[in-house]
């Protein structure tokens, strides 16, 4: 079988959202389902050997990458939600936007048990503000991050050493920009 290179399945959208941006679209791998599944595979591979019980996911494009990764594992999908999303009591953390201005998001407080090991995932890893704020909910719920991974890293924004603030854990981006 053909290895498929998923840089292929990404659109690239100059001065999107604003002027001197690219804007890396991971919507045609999502539209093709064997783009997908070959990434998600490859995240799954990944995450066989960490032990983990749970995955997390940041809205919403999270969920996208998270929940067909919890099936495949067969393990617990957590939503990080925006604020007000939630119906029921839950922990928050704040984050500063990639463009300005700050956001919020939080977990129910009874989603994640204390020792449960927690992989978060996310399609793209910008300047790590929200990956670092999903970090900060599962840590403060008592869960342990067993590791992180994305579709694309935009190295030139420094991401990763934001999501590692905390202390280094198993990291895996596809691709990097």
């Not at 996208?64 to 999908?77: D, H, R, T, W």
């Not at 500063?96 to 399609?123: C, F, M, S």
Request: aromatic share 8%; no cysteine.
């Amino acid at each position: 079988m053909e290895k498929i290179n998923l840089r292929d399945y990404v659109a690239t959208v100059k001065d999107y959202p604003e002027p001197g941006v690219e804007f890396r679209d991971i919507s045609p791998l999502m539209g093709n389902g064997a783009a997908y599944k070959d990434a998600i595979n490859q995240i799954v591979d990944f995450a066989k050997d960490l032990n983990v019980e749970l995955i997390a996911g940041p809205e919403s494009r999270g969920f996208i990458v998270g929940s067909p990764l919890a099936y495949a594992l067969g393990v617990g999908f957590v939503p990080a939600r925006k604020v007000g999303k939630l119906p029921r009591e839950a922990v928050s953390a704040s984050y500063t936007l990639e463009y300005g201005g700050v956001n919020e998001l939080e977990i129910h407080k009874d989603a994640i048990k204390p020792g449960q090991r927690v992989l978060i995932v996310d399609d793209l890893l910008a300047t790590g503000g929200t990956i670092n704020a999903t970090r900060r909910i599962i840590e403060e719920l008592g869960g342990v991050v067993a590791g992180v991974a994305f579709i694309i890293e935009l190295e030139a924004l420094h991401g990763r050493e934001k999501a590692m603030e905390a202390g280094e854990v198993p990291f895996l981006a596809l691709m990097e920009y």
